[in-house]
């Protein structure tokens, strides 16, 4: 899973998880195209496609770049589940630590995550279940007024097929 290092900007963006059955990123794509009406994002007098959202996730920084890797579903369930005893680790010290501090808004963001990330591996999972065997991440960008990014970021995508999941993971 990759975590973004280099400088903070001004825009904003939204991470997907790609769930899908298959092994690489040719897999995914293929799947996507198949399904392609429910890739059809219009707003603002905007529109895009299937192909445009694949042609985002193939580009950085306008050239083409190999940064987006089908990762097998079971790695990100093990790193989902070592984010949720690590923070349920930091929480348990943290209360320990300041007894008095029970209603803190530190400890409410920590609870939500927790339960967040139970969530999503818990969904994880029930797709491992269903036959889905590995997971693209990817982040859209309204940077520089792209209109995928832009409209990926407005139009929460939320796809639950026999073949795809595509959830929405967070803003950043």
Not at 17 to 37: A, H, P, Q, V
Not at 80 to 91: A, D, F, G, N, T
Not at 143 to 158: A, C, I, K, P
């Amino acid at each position: 899973m990759k975590i973004k290092q280099d400088f903070i900007t001004n825009s904003s963006s939204t991470s997907y998880l790609f769930l899908f059955k298959g092994s690489n990123t040719e897999d995914l794509f293929t799947i996507m195209k198949d399904n392609w009406r429910d890739f059809e994002i219009s707003g603002y007098d905007l529109h895009i496609n299937v192909y445009d959202i694949i042609l985002y996730m193939l580009e950085k920084d306008g050239q083409y770049d190999d940064y987006i890797v089908a990762e097998p579903i079971d790695e990100i369930i093990k790193v989902q589940e070592e984010r949720v005893k690590k923070e349920k680790e930091y929480l348990k010290k943290w209360i320990n630590d300041h007894p008095d501090y029970n209603h803190n808004s530190n400890l409410y963001r920590h609870r939500s995550s927790i339960e967040e990330n139970e969530k999503l591996i818990e969904e994880l999972q029930n797709k491992k279940k269903n036959g889905f065997t590995s997971v693209i991440t990817c982040s859209f960008s309204d940077d520089e007024g792209n209109t995928t990014g832009s409209l990926m970021r407005s139009f929460q995508l939320n796809i639950d097929k026999d073949d795809i999941s595509v959830l929405p993971i967070g803003e950043g």
